[in-house]
């Protein structure tokens, strides 16, 4: 794993699990366009590391995060660089997109405007039964347009525009039923949990992974020779060969 120091966000290795954290507590963790990229910078760090088998998202504060720095994508001179990575042009939702681990979020701050991003792009979501969640866009004159991608991938178009027409606070309950969240932290054993990927072929679950983003784009009636191929190129792989020979 490349080490490196990063400027809006932590990321620290324990045995199978890397965890990232929001570290902008002072700015409610709302992201910036080098801190988006950071993320992308630690999620490729966890897509090439065959011994990560799962991402946790945490973040720093009361506040898991309030969305974009609006000032700072503005004002480029707002943000600082970090010279140690490649700096890209990279909406945080295709950043999520591009992690092909399992991923949770760990939510114990309320999470707002476009950190919906996050919570949608994650695999699983456990919160606080007290965080509360909003999308405000509208109440500013614009419309949630990015996160609409990532609640589309979770819910029907009519709930989705539901959502981001209703611009006051809503329950971590409200949100389980809107699909966002998973469980809530206080009913969930999180290590119990997060055992149960440890043994996970990584190889597996980044071929799994990888369909699963390209499916959609695949014509219905070449879907399951799509995904035979995926198998037999699976199947044909060093990780898969020598999980058999072991057995």
């Known amino acids: 794993m490349q080490a490196?120091?990063?400027?809006y966000i932590k990321v620290n290795k324990v045995d199978f699990c890397m965890e990232v954290m929001l570290a902008?507590?002072?700015?409610?963790?709302?992201?910036t366009p080098t801190m988006v990229n950071e993320i992308a910078h630690a999620f490729q760090n966890a897509n090439e590391d065959d011994t990560v088998k799962i991402v946790i998202l945490k973040a720093e504060g009361p506040v898991f995060c309030a969305g974009m720095d609006l000032n700072t994508f503005e004002n480029e001179e707002l943000d600082i660089r970090n010279p140690l990575i490649e700096n890209k042009n990279i909406s945080l939702g295709e950043v999520f997109t591009g992690l092909h681990k399992p991923s949770v979020a760990i939510v114990e701050g309320n999470v707002i405007a476009g950190a919906f991003l996050m919570i949608a792009g994650c695999t699983y979501v456990f919160c606080s039964k007290?965080?509360?969640f909003r999308l405000p866009e509208l109440n500013l004159g614009i419309f949630p347009f990015q996160v609409m991608a990532s609640l589309m991938r979770i819910m029907p178009e009519k709930k989705m525009l539901q959502l981001c027409l209703y611009t006051d606070y809503f329950s971590a309950q409200e949100a389980v039923e809107y699909g966002l969240v998973d469980g809530f932290l206080e009913e969930i054993d999180i290590a119990a949990f997060l055992v149960r990927f440890k043994d996970m072929s990584a190889s597996a679950v980044v071929s799994g992974f990888k369909a699963a983003r390209e499916l959609p784009s695949v014509a219905v009636e070449d879907r399951y020779n799509f995904l035979l191929k995926t198998l037999h190129a699976l199947k044909s792989s060093a990780d898969v060969k020598d999980r058999i020979f072991r057995k």
């Open 130 to 132: 007290n965080v509360q």
């Open 24 to 31: 902008r507590p002072e700015k409610r963790n709302a992201f």
């Open 4 to 7: 490196v120091t990063y400027q």
